[in-house]
């Protein structure tokens, strides 16, 4: 069975500083997403991780995998207010001919001035 | 493109009541899923639908049904709703195997 684990779950970090969230899997896996959740509101795509070794910046953040260690990490520099939000991790495990999507818990981050 | 859209999105029942969720998309994607959100559990799944014509189980599919209308719609229905399936309720598309979920803005169900 999937297991999807984030870690850490809360994080109140200062505006300025750098911080990683990671995400670990328990079984192979093809693909890796990386998503944003507003308060209150639906989930937005950040990344796409397709192999071992990728790595994606947007902005301030960027995540990377490694599929032999099952992790991938969502490194965020220099943070702003503006990232306060939820972040998940998903990972998809091709089941025959459907595919199929587990998400982690979530990695609620609250940026302060 | 009007995206993912969801109805309702906010919603009350009683136990025992029924309703179906509707969920269209117009990006002419092949695959859908609804999962439901509860505090502190993440995403978790429900059905999803790799292509039209075709719906699977999900990890909690106990007390929900999903109709794959066409390659558009994807309905979920709750016969005989309880206060365990008082949540907030996503639809989600992606194109296919390996391309991100594109969700609809979610639908709060309340049920007493």
């Known amino acids: 069975e999937l297991k999807v684990e984030q870690n850490p779950l809360f994080l109140s970090m200062q505006e300025g500083k750098n911080y990683t969230i990671y995400c670990n899997y328990s079984?192979?896996?093809?693909?890796l997403y990386w998503y944003r959740q507003d308060p209150g509101k639906s989930l937005e795509s950040l990344f796409v991780?397709?192999?071992?070794?990728a790595v994606k910046q947007e902005g301030r953040l960027m995540a990377s995998l490694d599929t032999k260690a099952r992790l991938s990490t969502l490194h965020i520099t220099a943070a702003v207010h503006d990232l306060s939000a939820t972040y998940f991790c998903?990972?998809?495990?091709?089941?025959?001919?459907?595919?199929?999507?587990?998400f982690g818990p979530g990695t609620s981050l609250s940026v302060i001035p | 493109n009007a995206g993912v859209t969801q109805t309702p999105k906010f919603q009350v029942l009683k136990t025992g009541q029924s309703m179906t969720l509707q969920c269209a998309q117009d990006?002419?994607?092949?695959?859908m899923y609804w999962y439901r959100q509860d505090p502190g559990m993440g995403l978790r799944l429900i059905y999803y639908?790799?292509?039209?014509?075709?719906?699977d189980k999900g990890e909690v599919p106990n007390g929900y049904n999903v109709s794959r209308l066409n390659k558009r719609e994807f309905s979920l229905r709750l016969e005989s709703a309880a206060p365990s399936q008082t949540s907030v309720y996503f639809c989600?598309?992606?194109?296919?195997?390996?391309?991100?979920?594109?969700f609809g803005p979610g639908t709060r169900l309340t049920v007493t």
């Open positions: 998903a990972v998809d495990r091709k089941k025959t001919s459907y595919d199929k999507v587990i």
């Open positions: 990006m002419n994607h092949n695959s």
């Open positions: 079984t192979t896996s093809d693909r």
């Open positions: 989600a598309s992606t194109r296919t195997y390996g391309y991100e979920q594109y």
């Open positions: 639908s790799a292509s039209e014509g075709t719906t």
């Open positions: 991780l397709l192999s071992n070794g």
